[in-house]
């Protein structure tokens, strides 16, 4: 054995520093914290202190000074595997951590879909353990929000939840993007114009589902509408049972682009051709249905801008800054490809 090994140096500390550049604590203090109170003078002292010394100002003591973390958290109302396959979610992270880049705030992801894990969470993210709050993928009337601004914790909601009024959010026109894809289909002389309808407890599901039928009210035809959760498990279930039910279906919307990959397994499972027996539209303009055979046909939705934006909202609310604009809509469109 090498006899050499030396201790560990002791950390600098406060008094280190103080010491060193010939001032009081608090001083020191007052320059880690970025007073204005500190003559130019002792200012520099402290600084060089700092750097002789090596100096590592105190986390969690500069925390109970200024009462803030540097930290947010991004929670999300759903289990891992929807997390890591529905390419919504890839694209807002991304978005989220462009943005964060930019803050020097740091960011923990924290899911939680039973009660208990909703109680346990909202303990945590009350006690001032972070600067603020982004929520996306919130189903039915989530209380979190709410609960969350009445502990006068800082939140941006991901889309807009149902039977809230959330005071800010940030959401895709998800309205519009359907009524858009349904009308294409119209235009290619579609007949039997069917949809596969995210969940109603979600308002991209209520809205997306409304904008179908805007489309088709003024046509005439018959709605025929199956209902699934986004995913594309969800997509082959519905797709089956639509075709069980209705023979004479020559276009499908489905509210997601992983329902309608699910979607078009199904009819070519059924030996039907795509477009030419049955035409596909999804909603996401995600990777995948890029990639899919045929191209996927998709409304395009600004994820990664909705997470940049959630960003820029949230940090404008933790500095105290007034929002003008505290509710943001993104416009979707459509990208035309071979499946429609």
């Keep these: 054995m090498n006899g050499d090994r030396r201790a560990p140096t002791a950390r600098p500390t406060l008094e280190a520093v103080a010491a060193r550049a010939g001032v009081g604590r608090g001083t020191v203090s007052r320059v880690i914290n970025g007073s204005p109170k500190v003559s130019e003078k002792a200012r520099n002292a402290v600084l060089q202190a700092i750097k002789e010394l090596g100096y590592v100002p105190n986390r969690a003591a ?26 919504f979610f890839a694209g807002i ?16 992801l924290a899911m939680a879909q039973s009660p208990e894990e909703h109680d346990r969470l909202e303990q945590y993210l009350t006690g001032q353990h972070v600067d603020g709050v982004l929520l996306i993928s919130l189903h039915g009337a989530d209380p979190l929000p709410g609960r969350l601004e009445s502990m006068g914790v800082p939140t941006v909601l991901g889309g807009r939840p149902v039977g809230l009024d959330p005071y800010s959010y940030v959401d895709v026109d998800n309205r519009a993007g359907a009524r858009q894809a349904v009308k294409y289909l119209l235009s290619k002389g579609r007949q039997h114009i069917a949809t596969i309808a995210g969940p ?10 409304a904008g179908y039928r805007d489309a088709l009210l003024a046509t005439g035809l018959p709605e025929i509408v199956a209902f699934g959760d986004f995913s594309e498990e969800s997509g082959i279930v519905a797709m089956r049972r639509l075709l069980a039910e209705n023979s004479h279906i020559d276009a499908v919307f489905a509210a997601s682009d992983p329902m309608a990959l699910g979607a078009m397994r199904v009819i070519k499972e059924e030996g039907l051709s795509i477009p030419d027996d049955i035409a596909v539209i999804g909603f996401d303009d995600s990777p995948a249905g890029a990639h899919s055979s045929p191209a996927l046909t998709t409304v395009h939705q600004p994820s990664e801008a909705m997470g940049r934006q959630m960003v820029q909202l949230l940090v404008a609310r933790i500095n105290g800054e007034a ?4 509710v943001v809509i993104l416009d979707t469109h459509l990208v035309p490809r071979a499946s429609a």
């Design 62 to 87: 500069r925390t109970l000074v200024t009462r803030r973390t540097d930290t947010i958290a991004l929670v999300v109302s759903e289990t891992q595997e929807r997390l890591f396959d529905e390419p």
């Design 93 to 108: 992270i991304r978005g989220i951590g462009s943005a964060l880049t930019e803050t020097g705030l740091q960011l923990i």
């Design 200 to 209: 109603q407890d979600m308002f991209a599901g209520v809205d997306r589902l």
């Design 323 to 326: 929002l003008k604009q505290p």
